[in-house]
């Protein structure tokens, strides 16, 4: 600064200094910190929040080198007053440009509307300019306006209260009829559905620019969030945001920490919950039903009792008069085997021991066969399932593809192992990102996708892929826009109030839990109007609209598939039973009985020849027998 800026400095400090030494007890408090170019070590970090920031210059090149060192601080505050003082001796004229180039950049790069401008026309004398962005011209309304609002001469205003009332006049006023603003919504059902005419974001943006009273034009958009670029630009919605192409934007997103340091957001107003979705495990083979109802542990507790069985009644057979029977060990373990089973026998027992033998299992049989029949009625009503994967773990090590949108992975580039791990193998190329299509290749295997389950919820694909048990992270909806939108304190106050007052909780609930009711609902009325009084074609679209992909109602009735199990064993013990037979057929034939003995007289005989050979050799001396 020169030594004139210097000395406005100073006598506008002594003011200050006059001011609070002799303020009234009752007035308010406040903080005064001063910075100025000619201290040494000054940094960004020594501006701090405040309400009011006065930059005093004596040309325009230093008011903007402090200006851009003051928005780009971390403590900068955009809505706060700005007061800017220019007094440059050399040049008195051009004060009109000036001011206008200076409101116009604080309004569009960083959204300040108090701003007020004081260009020294003389050295006693400033001409006072401030900015009305938000007037009710139809044409320009939303860019700023240039007005000079007085005079003020040797500390004093020409005309104070007509400056007073301009100065004091909202910039932002209650309604605007002719102001709209862009709202540019990503497709993200159910926050934006299809065509950007309904949705939970949609209902809440509109619910509240009507109380507002403010008018908004909806885009359409299938361009994602956002990322910052390596020359520092945004791409995207973001990118749109920063270039003034929306003023707001949606789509289920939840800024992080680096949105938040250079974007405002609203109030969170709904919550989500993202996990990865794997496909659906289908019902188990219906023949496994007869053997999955008990456990493998609980069969080899019944093969141990048969056995046992088995044995004491062979045993109490054969050591009381019993018939044979009772004493052949074939014949005992069918015996044993068919009571077991609950099948009748007609070798029973005559003696006391076996007869009590008999009564036991009978008691047996009875309760293990009632409890066997009453799940297999439960397994056959409710098929269990394949195994499913369940756990972050188990996908890992499936070796699936997993993958989901850009801004997802932010989550698991941390210094933790294993979700470094997810971040390695995470893809975010086109097939990942939320569709149909996409859960339609999930529920065939083909993938696993981190994906909102709102989103899953309102997918007609809803009940064919499987979410694991532990959510990945949850995140708050919030609706982006530009650092000092104008807007922002408004619309935070009527989504906190909606919010107090149970509305958003009420939307959240309505489409959880009515989502397919009001599908059907929607879906009747659209075939109605189609069909009109033609019950029977109306039944028969219906029918037809069902997705075929969906999962399968659970078949109560018996049918070919359910008994596999039971005909494999039929077959299988036919197939035993026969070969045996044809065994035991050729084993008795004449010409087998023949050649066996041929065969037995030939090994006799060698064996004879051998010996009679060994022995001879002993005799003669030729070979010399081993002797103990």
């Known amino acids: 600064m020169t030594n004139l800026a210097t000395e406005i400095e100073i006598a506008y400090l002594r003011d200050l200094h006059d001011r609070i030494i002799n303020r009234d007890e009752k007035g308010k408090h406040?903080?005064?910190?001063?910075?100025?170019?000619?201290?040494?070590?000054?940094t960004r970090k020594d501006i701090v929040l405040t309400n009011v920031y006065i930059i005093i210059a004596d040309n325009a090149e230093t008011l903007n080198q402090s200006l851009d060192a003051l928005t780009t601080s971390p403590s900068f505050n955009e809505i706060a007053k700005f007061i800017l003082f220019i007094n440059n001796p050399s040049q008195r004229n051009g004060g009109e440009e000036i001011a206008s180039y200076f409101l116009i950049k604080m309004f569009k790069e960083h959204r300040a509307l108090d701003v007020v401008l004081l260009y020294a026309s003389d050295a006693f004398a400033y001409d006072i300019y401030t900015g009305n962005p938000y007037h009710e011209n139809k044409t320009d309304c939303g860019e700023m306006k240039i007005l000079n609002i007085g005079k003020c001469a040797n500390g004093k205003f020409e005309d104070e209260n007509s400056t007073k009332e301009v100065l004091q006049t909202p910039k932002i006023p209650s309604t605007i009829n002719d102001r709209v603003y862009k709202f540019c919504a990503r497709v993200q059902e159910p926050f934006v559905n299809e065509g950007c005419h309904d949705g939970l974001e949609i209902d809440i943006l509109q619910l509240v620019m009507k109380e507002m009273g403010y008018k908004v034009d909806i885009f359409c958009s299938k361009l994602g969030r956002g990322e910052r670029m390596d020359d520092g630009t945004w791409s995207n919605l973001l990118g749109q945001v920063r270039n003034g192409e929306c003023d707001i934007i949606a789509g289920g997103f939840f800024p992080d920490h680096e949105v938040h340091a250079e974007f405002e957001a609203t109030e969170f107003y709904l919550q989500d919950y993202y996990t990865f979705y794997v496909k659906k495990a289908s019902f188990a083979p219906r023949w496994k039903s007869l053997i999955i109802i008990f456990k493998f542990r609980t069969w080899v507790a019944f093969s141990i009792v048969v056995l046992v069985s088995w044995i004491s009644w062979y045993l109490l057979g054969r050591m009381s008069s019993e018939s044979k029977a009772h004493k052949q060990i074939v014949l005992t373990y069918l015996n044993v085997l068919a009571l077991s089973l609950g099948v009748s026998t007609n070798n029973r027992p005559n003696s006391n021991p076996l007869r009590l033998l008999f009564i036991i299992l009978s008691l047996y049989a009875l309760t293990l066969n009632a409890i066997y029949t009453s799940k297999l009625i439960t397994v056959f009503t409710s098929p269990p399932y394949d195994y499913q994967i369940e756990t972050i773990e188990e996908l890992l090590e499936s070796e699936i593809p997993i993958g989901g949108r850009l801004e997802n992975q932010d989550w698991f580039e941390n210094d933790d192992e294993f979700d470094r791990m997810i971040s390695h193998r995470y893809n975010y190329s086109e097939t990942f990102r939320p569709s149909t299509k996409s859960l339609k290749r999930v529920m065939k295997g083909e993938q696993a996708l981190l994906i909102s389950q709102l989103y899953v919820r309102s997918n007609k694909y809803r009940n064919s892929v499987f979410g694991l048990s532990k959510s990945i992270f949850s995140?708050?909806?919030?609706?982006?826009?530009?650092?000092?939108?104008?807007?922002?304190?408004?619309?935070?106050?009527?989504?906190?109030?909606?919010?107090?007052?149970?509305?958003?909780?009420?939307?959240?609930?309505?489409?959880?839990?009515?989502?397919?009711?009001?599908?059907?609902?929607?879906?009747?009325?659209?075939?109605?109007?189609?069909?009109?009084?033609?019950?029977?074609?109306?039944?028969?679209?219906?029918?037809?609209?069902?997705?075929?992909?969906?999962?399968?109602?659970?078949?109560?009735?018996?049918?070919?598939?359910?008994?596999?199990?039971?005909?494999?064993?039929?077959?299988?013990?036919?197939?035993?039973?026969?070969?045996?037979?044809?065994?035991?057929?050729?084993?008795?034939?004449?010409?087998i009985n023949r050649n066996v003995k041929l065969f037995g007289r030939l090994l006799s005989k060698m064996f004879c020849n051998h010996k009679r050979k060994r022995k001879q050799e002993i005799i003669e001396g030729k070979m010399i027998p081993f002797r103990n």
Not at 30 to 42: C, E, N, T, Y
Not at 491 to 499: E, G, P, Q, T, Y
Not at 542 to 555: C, G, I, K, N
Request: glycine share 6%; net charge negative.
């Open 30 to 42: 406040f903080q005064l910190k001063v910075l100025s170019h000619f201290a040494k070590g000054i």
């Open 475 to 591: 995140n708050q909806l919030e609706m982006i826009f530009e650092r000092g939108f104008p807007l922002q304190h408004r619309i935070n106050k009527i989504i906190a109030s909606l919010r107090d007052m149970g509305y958003m909780s009420k939307l959240f609930k309505d489409f959880y839990y009515n989502m397919t009711i009001i599908e059907s609902i929607k879906k009747l009325k659209r075939f109605r109007k189609k069909f009109g009084s033609d019950i029977e074609q109306l039944e028969l679209a219906l029918a037809d609209d069902d997705d075929e992909d969906e999962e399968e109602t659970p078949r109560i009735a018996l049918t070919i598939e359910h008994l596999d199990g039971a005909f494999s064993n039929l077959f299988l013990g036919l197939a035993i039973s026969s070969g045996i037979f044809i065994m035991e057929i050729i084993l008795k034939s004449k010409f």
